[in-house]
């Protein structure tokens, strides 16, 4: 099962940006269709992008479209997660996982996840 490992969160102006990584434990994630959440403070966590392994397609939740940018490189095992023009209310603890194609609703192990903090 993979195992994913996220890093790049901080703390950052309101406007500013951040590339979040995620890279897997123990696995490879060749083949697999992979997510971002988030979870704020006294809420739920939710869906915040998703790419398809093939053919290479993205998803955004409405809240960062246009914002935020998901790839992945294969060669170096890693899912990024660009988030341009930041706002206050995407302060959360980000995790990336493997995803279901059709609902990109999450099936596999969450991490420690990595904190971003946006001030205004």
């Known amino acids: 099962q993979v195992q994913p490992v996220e890093s790049g969160g901080g703390l950052v102006q309101a406007g500013g940006s951040l590339r979040l990584s995620c890279t897997a434990s123990?696995?490879?994630?060749?083949?697999?269709?992979m997510g971002w959440f988030r979870q704020a403070p006294g809420k739920e966590r939710e869906f915040v992008a998703g790419?398809?392994?093939?053919?290479?397609?993205?998803r955004y939740a409405d809240s960062v479209k246009g914002r935020f940018t998901i790839s992945r490189d294969n060669a170096k095992n890693t899912v990024y997660l660009q988030m341009n023009s930041l706002k206050p209310e995407d302060t959360a603890v980000y995790y990336c996982?493997?995803?279901?194609?059709?609902?990109?609703?999450?099936?596999?192990?969450w991490g420690q996840g990595t904190q971003v903090t946006v001030s205004s």
């Open positions: 996982t493997t995803v279901s194609r059709a609902t990109m609703t999450s099936f596999g192990s």
């Open positions: 123990g696995r490879t994630f060749s083949g697999y269709n």
């Open positions: 790419i398809i392994w093939s053919p290479e397609t993205t």
